[in-house]
């Protein structure tokens, strides 16, 4: 079973910048793509960036051009780097994991609030 530790969520003021972690632990497989997810209130959740484990990107139209996804796969962590940030961020961000075997798995979410 792998545990998912999110950290790096707060309040931030409009134009801030905020840094998101995500620690893997508990698998003997690798860990193939690493993304993150967020959700708003009365909302979908909805993929804001992903990693592959040879390093490609993809990110949501929304966040193009101010956050930056990135991993240090020795230590089965992913990072999300979010600046110049927007009111339309608020949202509780998830970190989802897919292992070599096949297997998905959600971080409990930390809440990034930021204001205008």
């Known amino acids: 079973q792998v545990q998912l530790v999110e950290s790096g969520g707060g309040l931030v003021q409009a134009g801030g910048s905020l840094r998101l972690s995500c620690a893997a632990s508990?698998?003997?497989?690798?860990?193939?793509?690493m993304s993150w997810y967020r959700q708003a209130p009365g909302k979908q959740r909805e993929l804001v960036a992903a990693?592959?484990?040879?390093?490609?990107?993809d990110y949501a139209n929304s966040v193009k051009g101010r956050f930056t996804i990135s991993r240090d796969s020795a230590k089965n962590t992913v990072y999300l780097q979010m600046n110049s940030l927007k009111p339309e961020d608020t949202a509780v961000y998830y970190c989802?994991?897919?292992?070599?075997?096949?297997?998905?798995?959600w971080g409990q979410g930390t809440q990034v609030t930021v204001s205008s």
């Open positions: 508990g698998t003997m497989f690798s860990i193939n793509t």
């Open positions: 989802h994991v897919r292992v070599a075997d096949g297997n998905l798995y």
């Open positions: 990693i592959s484990s040879g390093g490609s990107k």
